[in-house]
């Protein structure tokens, strides 16, 4: 099956700082999704991006789908931006709604 | 967006028992799908619930282990049966809203096996 790598796995930042989180994946997808994972276990859907470019506040992503990676911007990073950040993706031949996740990015801002 | 509701949220069981947890979607949906989360670890699909019919499980998982049901557009239930440590997880259903095929989930049920 397709595999999906994020870098990096930890991430601690000073609270303003900006970050870019990245995703690869093995093999031509059709449906490409971010998502934050609050303390509280709840997955939030950030960006639904399988291809080009997107931005929601501080926030934006970008999908080349032709070189198999995505990037997700996090600007002027808040406390309440930690959490783990999941990068998923459903596969061209499996018709894309079923997701195979990324190994996460785990994020820390602090003060 | 969806609004999708799991009960129980959280929940703490004793080795050998079965828990079925419930999941209800705001809206007719086709398509529900049912994912498991181990602790500190990613999330891994474990079935694609399939009204009028059987669901259909990834590898790895078994329908004697964890069997569904679907019994309409709106709903959808995983039962964890014969519970050990090991299946302490978060267990989280997921619809796909839209013709673009984004999935949303629910809050997640969070199970302890002692």
């Known amino acids: 099956g397709i595999q999906v790598e994020q870098s990096p796995p930890d991430l601690i930042l000073q609270e303003g700082a900006n970050s870019t989180l990245r995703c690869n994946f093995s093999?031509?997808?059709?449906?490409l999704q971010w998502f934050h994972q609050n303390p509280w276990g709840q997955l939030i859907n950030l960006f639904y991006?399988?291809?080009g470019t997107k931005q929601n506040g501080r926030l934006s992503a970008t999908t080349v789908a032709t070189e198999r990676y995505s990037l997700l911007y996090i600007s002027s990073s808040q406390t309440t931006d930690s959490g783990v950040y999941f990068c998923?993706?459903?596969?061209?031949?499996?018709?894309?709604?079923?997701?195979?996740f990324g190994t996460g990015t785990q994020l820390k801002v602090e003060l | 967006s969806a609004v999708i509701s799991q009960k129980p949220s959280r929940d703490i069981c004793q080795r050998g028992t079965s828990l079925t947890i419930q999941c209800q979607v705001d809206?007719?949906?086709?398509?529900m799908f049912w994912y498991r989360q181990q602790p500190g670890q990613s999330l891994t699909l474990i079935a694609t619930?399939?009204?009028?019919?059987?669901?259909?499980?990834e590898s790895g998982f078994v329908i004697d282990k964890f069997p569904i049901s679907r019994p309409n557009l709106t709903f959808s239930t995983l039962t964890v049966s014969n519970m050990s440590p090991e299946d302490s997880s978060i267990y989280l259903c997921?619809?796909?809203?839209?013709?673009?095929?984004?999935?949303?989930f629910g809050e997640g049920s969070r199970l302890t096996v002692l």
């Open positions: 997921s619809v796909v809203r839209g013709a673009s095929g984004e999935l949303f």
């Open positions: 093999d031509s997808v059709n449906n």
């Open positions: 991006i399988p291809s």
């Open positions: 998923a993706v459903g596969e061209l031949t499996g018709g894309g709604n079923k997701l195979t």
């Open positions: 809206s007719q949906v086709t398509m």
């Open positions: 619930a399939n009204q009028g019919s059987e669901a259909t499980y």
